[in-house]
């Protein structure tokens, strides 16, 4: 009580000295210091400028995590924006002085600079601002400015706001004399579910030099208890996390091996080219990049959308390009397709290595798939992947659509089925070759558009999935989607729950490992073509 | 039908007249000819067609002051793929047929091993202008990148002190190989003896060309939480981009958990978003950013020369360590030709000693009289959004190469030549 | 699937008489052997001024290609023969290279307990099991044969009971040299991972750099070659090859006449994969390093395009391909390197659209029709 009492006193002292220096300019030697050549020089005004409370140092600070910011000798404050703007002021200006020096920054200030931009964020309007704020607070609990963190919590109603403030000020109870609120604490942050605390609450178990513990029986209690809590969210975690992360990359050898499924089972072509074309679809989201980042800036967000379209029917038309000059012509050797497709992937690599350089390009995430989603206590589960496996079963869908419900998709399977019967009774064999051909590369492309957001686009970015889409499509078998579905999936997953254990080495060989095995059982693979067909 | 056999012959007779024939070298008495053996495909091609683009740049710039020795330099570029014995043939035939006075070249270990045995047994001269491993010390071959000590340590030193972030836990993170393999044994016993224990270290490696993070990034995750931990990638050059992309999806930012990453520059970070990579480190003894000079004019030459070639992308190029490591040994070799007097291998190797150069590095190099590397300073610098480092830590100067490193047992004693 | 084993398979005129070789043919090969068997001794005897000297580096590269040269008539018993199109040969060619470099290995070492230089470097302590024996050359020269053969056995025993064919195998033989390069890549294997193994001194007691040892080398590779080829042609025209040819052509028909081709195709996978290691083995020492990259897809695929190039089904054809093929790359990766790639792409797909027969079917076609435009 009488604790609650002194913080709330502090709070008004702070409050008046805040309003007592609303009115008066920045330190100018404050800001000089933030040009000091010692580190410890610039972590002290940025400290010193967050603790002063005053309007004009909060601007500057949050200038600071924004862009570039120059100091002159004189104390003006400049950001390096377009077009640069005095920071006290407010007001645009022609260029920055040349007489002002750049502030350096480097992990250790930025952090600092989070910590105390984040007192001021947890005042702001944004819920997902203030959760922000709390949770950098968290790795940085600070006793004595707990009392900041409580005005936040009276002002907020937001139920997730108020949660991860009481979090934040758990931490830095953790140390307070008052037991109740210690103990409070400790629950809090074993209901938590986060990992980062267990260093603090082990703290509480340690034992000092002479045998005896620093802290009484109940609060050792209480630790204990959290920190089960804590073991068993986070093994609840793990699994979740695994099993996600399997799906995540089931989704992605989805669709890189979706094309390559439908070409093998319709003509029975191994295209070896198939990650060539999911290296032009890469390259096509790369170019949509580029054009709308010319001729329509706003919108870079949502190249995307124009990406997938665009991509489709570039690689469809390689595609189709492709079945016409080479592939027409080797029709029943599936063994020297498999060659000449070889030998139109080395052209293609070396044509995207001469047009666009031997050098990976850069392709962005667009905002709303950057950063991830917070499942649970640690686990967090990157926007990008969900969007993809998200997509990945759009596309499934889309394809399911077309090969049974519509008329051209009754050809393709007619003819995967039997080819020979199908041209007796009149399908025109040829021209849905080029079409399933081409459909198969489109779909290549969307796969490379996924692939884009994930890593590299370079000109071997075909050769590290030629393999995997192969072994899906061998394991999945041949004339089910449903094949090739669960193949991707299931391979995803297996080798996600093998590596913690064992490496992601040893992971994928066991996968190989386990095809090969597989496919002495069922040759076919899991979907085995159904019908009399008469096998050598 | 007849014109497809005639077709089919012609084309067969070409392929057979052109493999036959093999182009005899003829070295003419007043060109002087200098070897480039750099992967121009395959995988290794991103990294090492700048490396030629350099050395040919460089040769252009001799060339236009007047040559080595009043005689001009004759470039012979040939292309070993990315093949390990393609590298050793090519060499043999830089040295044995084209007869070149010394060849620039290799980046992978593997490369430099396969051709060190040609290089010994025909007595050529090799620059290595890559960062590598070290625990090698060969007569013909100069090395003009960094040894562990000129780079991998102090980046480890500044993580450890507090304007790194004072680092408790740490993870090595690496592409299975032996650069990595080395550095993080050097790096293991430099921890040890500084006070980090077995269990604050994590070894971590993965195969070539892997992509999915996840799960790595979440054992990090789970490590960091023990204490504050930093990463030290040695994650081969690109790949290093889906790492960097998982940890920023995950939310673990640069203040919290650091990576310092020793293959990736320049000109890697050309291919990626650097937005969410602000505040992760590399540490080289070169920056493009570097305000000094003699690097600005190195830059801006390196922009025009690429303009002038029409290499692709030549408007976002870029410079890079191993670039200017390849600059200063073209032209510290010129300079040693000039003072032996000849091209004879021996002889520059003699007067290879003690050379210095003044580096766009920002410091005068010096080639070390008994160990064939170079003195480097160091610079550790922050990723910024425009894809160039910000220099956050650097070497008071040069610093002399250990190639036997002394946290590696058996290295007592072993020194220079 | 129909379309896979449908009827439409072109049939090469000649696996109806294999007649291997006409008297023609033996006089050719006696005279293209008999030159390059000359051809290190103007190496070691001429002065290097003379316009006859054979420089060093040609006898390198040409063993190099002997090897390659092997390998490829390996392959093309299972696949012009038997019709099995392996894309894994290249794990037989390194696996045989591997066996020997490890006593290359031994042999470099002045001490032979001593460990080699990259397993100190990984901290082991003493010689891993797989290891022991191998300073003793003939062992290591067993396991240059045994190891892809035993690899090969068991899994073509299993492959060819499960009756997996075409483009299913093929892929198969992929993912197995797929995932032993992964294996051997990891330096805790003990095969020395990225680096491999390199830096040979000696081989039974010889500088490996000398140029008579290089000249050994070069007539050792050249004698297996022409033995190989002895061998393929006994094969090939016993009554096991009109078998092989029998599976190649028609497998289920063949199954239905009584026999059973399993037993035949794990033979000649077997063998072919024993010749492929040979090759191997006499190429390391030759090239002076083996890494995993030679397990890599894209060798094996580069195998198979030397025999289809040459012609596959024929015996000289992928030797002539393998020659081809390999000087066209050493000639354009010094004369255009930026467009290797090109031609290499190019010539796959020539080939395979424009001449299934590949360089000897040509050659063959052009005689017929000069004969026959003679008569």
Not at chain 1, 127 to 133: E, F, L, R
Not at chain 1, 397 to 420: E, Y
Request: proline share 5%.
């Amino acid at each position: 009580m009488g604790s609650r009492v002194l913080r709330w006193i502090c709070a008004c002292i702070w409050v008046w000295m805040a309003s007592a220096h609303a009115t008066t300019s920045l330190d100018p030697e404050l800001a000089k210091q933030l040009t000091a050549s010692q580190i410890s020089q610039r972590l002290g005004a940025i400290e010193t400028m967050g603790q002063s409370g005053s309007p004009q140092a909060a601007k500057v600070l949050e200038a600071l995590t924004l862009a570039n910011v120059f100091v002159t000798p004189q104390g003006r404050v400049f950001l390096d924006s377009k077009p640069p703007i005095d920071v006290l002021t407010g007001e645009p200006v022609a260029q920055i002085p040349e007489a002002a020096e750049r502030v350096r920054l480097n992990n250790r200030l930025r952090g600092a600079l989070q910590t105390e931009v984040a007192y001021a964020l947890l005042f702001a309007e944004r819920p997902d601002t203030q959760i922000q704020a709390a949770r950098q607070l968290q790795s940085r609990p600070d006793a004595t400015r707990v009392f900041i963190l409580q005005r936040a919590l009276d002002a907020s109603s937001n139920t997730e706001v108020r949660d991860a403030i009481a979090v934040s000020m758990a931490i830095a109870s953790l140390q307070s004399d008052d037991l109740a609120m210690k103990l409070d604490a400790i629950e809090q942050l074993g209901d938590s579910g986060r990992g980062q605390f267990k260093v603090a609450l082990q703290a509480l178990l340690a034992q000092s030099d002479n045998g005896t513990f620093d802290q009484p029986p109940s609060v050792r209690d209480a630790t204990a208890l959290a920190l089960e809590k804590i073991e068993r969210q986070q093994t609840i975690q793990t699994w979740l996390g695994n099993l996600f992360f399997g799906l995540s990359m089931g989704s992605v050898l989805l669709l890189a091996a979706l094309g390559l499924a439908i070409i093998f089972g319709l003509m029975g072509v191994i295209n070896m080219a198939h990650g060539e074309l999911l290296m032009i679809g890469a390259y096509s989201t790369y170019l949509v990049q580029s054009a709308v980042q010319a001729w329509w800036p706003a919108g870079i967000d949502f190249y995307i959308l124009f990406a997938i379209p665009v991509a489709f029917v570039v690689t469809a038309c390689v595609g189709m390009v492709l079945e016409k000059t080479v592939i027409r012509w080797l029709y029943g050797r599936p063994l020297e397709t498999l060659l000449a497709t070889w030998g139109v992937s080395l052209i293609l690599i070396q044509a995207v290595r001469s047009i666009f350089g031997a050098q990976n390009v850069e392709v962005a995430n667009p905002n709303w798939m950057s950063g991830g989603w917070q499942v649970m206590g640690d686990l967090v589960v990157s926007y990008n992947r969900i969007y993809i496996f998200f997509f990945a079963l759009f596309v499934v869908a889309v394809l399911w659509l077309a090969l049974n419900h519509t008329r051209i998709g009754l050809f393709m399977r007619a003819i995967t089925q039997n080819r020979r019967m199908a041209n007796c009774v009149g399908v025109p064999t040829e021209r849905v070759d080029m079409f399933a051909f081409g459909l198969g590369a489109g779909i290549a492309g969307l796969g490379g558009v996924a692939l884009s957001q994930l890593g590299n686009v370079g000109p071997d970015l075909g050769r590290t999935y030629i393999v995997d889409s192969f072994m899906v499509v061998v394991l999945g078998g041949v004339g089910q989607l449903a094949g090739t579905v669960i193949a991707a999936l299931s391979l995803g997953t297996i080798n996600k729950l093998i590596e913690p254990m064992s490496g992601a080495v040893i992971a994928k060989i066991a996968i190989l490992v386990f095809i090969i095995l597989f496919i002495q059982k069922r040759p076919q693979g899991i979907f085995a073509p159904k019908g009399r067909s008469a096998e050598a | 039908m007849k014109r497809r056999m005639i077709l089919k012959q012609l084309t067969v007779a070409t392929a057979l007249a052109i493999s036959g024939w093999m182009p005899q070298a003829v070295a003419a008495d007043d060109t002087i000819k200098v070897g480039v053996l750099h992967s121009l495909s395959g995988t290794m091609a991103i990294s090492e067609t700048t490396l030629k683009d350099v050395a040919l740049m460089t040769i252009d710039e001799i060339n236009a002051n007047g040559g080595v020795l009043g005689k001009m330099l004759e470039p012979v570029v040939v292309d070993p793929a990315s093949d390990w014995p393609l590298f050793a043939e090519k060499a043999r035939e830089l040295l044995a047929k084209e007869k070149v006075a010394v060849v620039f070249g290799c980046w992978t270990s593997v490369s430099r091993k396969s051709v060190l045995p040609v290089f010994e047994e025909l007595n050529g001269l090799l620059f290595y202008p890559v960062q590598y491993e070290g625990e090698e010390l060969e007569m013909n071959v100069f090395y003009t990148g960094a040894a562990p000590n000129q780079q991998a340590i102090p980046a480890v030193e500044y993580l450890l002190s507090e304007d790194g972030g004072g680092a408790k836990r740490f993870v090595l993170l690496g592409t299975d190989y032996v650069y990595p393999r080395t550095t993080n044994k050097i790096l293991r016993a430099f921890l040890n003896q500084k006070g980090i224990t077995d269990e604050n270290i994590e070894e971590i490696y993965t195969p070539f060309g892997h992509a999915d993070y996840q799960t790595i990034v979440a054992n990090i995750k789970k490590f960091s939480q023990g204490g504050k931990t930093a990463v030290v990638s040695t994650i081969n050059g690109d790949s290093n981009v889906p790492f960097y992309k998982e940890l920023g999806n995950a939310g673990l930012k640069a203040t919290d958990v650091p990576v310092v990453a020793f293959s990736v520059g320049e000109e890697e970070l050309r291919g990626v978003d650097t937005d969410p990579l602000l505040g992760h480190l590399a540490a080289w003894n070169y920056f493009e950013s570097l305000d000094n000079p003699v690097n600005k004019e190195f830059v801006a030459k390196w922009k025009a020369y690429a303009k002038a070639q029409n290499i692709p992308n030549y408007e976002t190029a870029v410079t890079n360590d191993p670039m200017e490591a390849t600059y200063i040994g073209i032209n510290m070799w010129k300079q040693a030709v000039e003072q032996a007097g000849t091209t004879d291998v021996d002889k520059v190797i003699d007067a290879m000693g003690g050379q210095t150069f003044e580096a766009p590095d920002g410091y005068t190099v010096k080639m070390d009289e008994t160990n064939h590397h170079l003195h480097k300073p160091v610079y550790i610098g922050e990723i910024q959004p425009n894809g160039q480092f910000d220099v956050v830590w650097q070497t008071e100067g040069p610093i002399r190469a250990q190639p036997w490193s002394p946290f590696i047992e058996g290295n007592e004693g072993k020194q220079g030549m | 699937m129909t379309s896979l084993t449908s009827t439409a398979v072109v049939v090469p005129p000649h696996s109806r008489t294999p007649v291997l070789f006409k008297p023609g043919a033996w006089l050719a090969i006696s005279l293209v052997v008999g030159v390059f068997a000359v051809l290190p001794l103007l190496n070691l005897w001429l002065p290097v001024e003379h316009p006859w000297h054979v420089a060093q580096h040609t006898i390198s590269l040409l063993g190099k290609f002997i090897c390659f040269a092997l390998a490829a008539l390996a392959l093309d018993l299972v696949w012009g023969y038997a019709g099995i199109l392996s894309l894994g040969h290249g794990l037989f060619f390194a696996l045989g290279g591997y066996a020997h470099g490890m006593y290359l290995m031994r042999a470099a070492n002045p001490a032979p307990g001593q460990l080699p230089e990259f397993m100190v470097f990984l901290s082991m302590t003493e010689i891993p099991w797989f290891w022991t024996f191998t300073e003793y050359p003939l062992y290591s020269w067993m396991l240059v044969l045994l190891a892809p053969g035993l690899v090969a056995f068991i899994f073509g025993y299993f492959a060819f009971k499960s009756r997996i064919t075409g483009v299913y195998f093929s892929i198969i033989t992929q993912a197995l040299t797929y995932a032993a390069m992964l294996l051997f890549f990891r330096n805790e294997t003990g095969f020395g991972g990225n680096n491999g193994f390199t830096g040979f001194k000696w081989i039974l007691g010889f500088d490996i750099t000398s140029p008579q040892t290089r000249a050994g080398l070069y007539w050792a590779s050249l004698l297996a070659l022409l033995g190989a080829l002895l061998v393929g042609r006994w094969i090939t025209t016993s009554k096991l090859g009109r078998v092989l040819m029998a599976v190649r052509d028609g497998e289920g028909r063949l199954r239905f006449l009584g026999y059973e081709p399993a037993g035949f195709k794990l033979f000649v996978w077997t063998v072919s994969a024993m010749l492929c290691g040979l090759a191997g083995a006499l190429y390391v020492p030759q090239v002076g390093i083996i890494n995993p990259s030679e397990m890599s897809p894209a060798n094996s695929i580069e195998m198979v395009v030397w025999v289809a190039t040459g012609g596959r089904g024929t015996l000289i054809g992928p030797i002539v391909g393998a020659g081809t093929v390999n000087g066209l790359k050493t000639w354009f990766t010094s004369t255009f390197p930026e467009y290797w790639l090109y031609a290499l792409g190019l010539l796959f797909v020539l080939v395979t659209v424009l001449l299934p027969q590949g360089i000897v079917g040509l050659v063959r076609k052009t005689l017929q029709r000069a004969r026959g435009a003679r008569t």
